[in-house]
């Protein structure tokens, strides 16, 4: 088997970062791993993470609204300060919660080319200033290694006045979503380029990577439409049902098809089995 690192994959040309999902590099790694996440540092990959905000305007590294899916704890994350977070624990590998105030930390250890999304789960009016004002005060210092995306355009155009030093990422795969049901492809692209060139200024459009390949079967391509606006996109989640064996034969048909449209990167929870996988099938 060849050996994978899990970073990328090179076709015709054009480099697609595969992007740790939830800091997993295989599904086997615990959800939010902060081993993973100085793993990746070292390597220079690209990771995402989920935030949710406290009651005190920081951020806790969960996917969820509520504590009971992930974590010993019970209630609406919101409703709780850090005081009161402090004590429980992830149910997967029992370990501490991880928090805003220690990524500031750990990101000061990063590979230059190591990116981290933080996709934020809550809306701006969760959030709020004072939410805004936290992230302010604890990424000051950093700059290239953050990405902060949403699919709130109001929250993301508050972190452009307060962080305008971060890069930025939208996903609109939702409300794009609801336009093809109620309108077809052509309201889709009209949409998609209004976001593209809106207020909000993304580096990035993150983009489900089903609807990629449906539009670009019905005659839109959406990367080439982001690309042609000087704009990067993130295919997501792509993860192998079967790591160990590699794709699939309906797998393949459809991550060949992903790639050959050129995505910038994609998300998978199976990063060097993804890669494995391709070279693997790419050899023959």
Sequence with gaps: MPDASGLQIVFEG??????????????????????????????GASMELDLRVRAD????????EELEGETTGHGLIAQKSLAELRGLRMKDGDRPLLYSEDLAAMLQSAHPDALLQFDMKDDYEAIGEKGIAHLAERLQQISASVIVSASSLELILAVKEKLPHLRRGIDPTDKLGNIYRAEGWKAVEKELLADLRGPTAPETVYLYWQMLLDAAKAGLDMIALCHSEGKRVDAWTFTLKNPDSGFSDAEWTNFSALMALKPDQVTTDEAPATERAWLARMAG
């Design 14 to 43: 054009h480099a697609t970062l595969l992007k740790w999902h939830r800091l997993r590099r295989r599904m086997a790694d615990p959800l939010f791993s902060a081993e993973v996440m100085a793993e990746g540092f070292k390597l």
């Design 57 to 64: 305007g920081g951020f806790v590294v969960l996917h969820d």
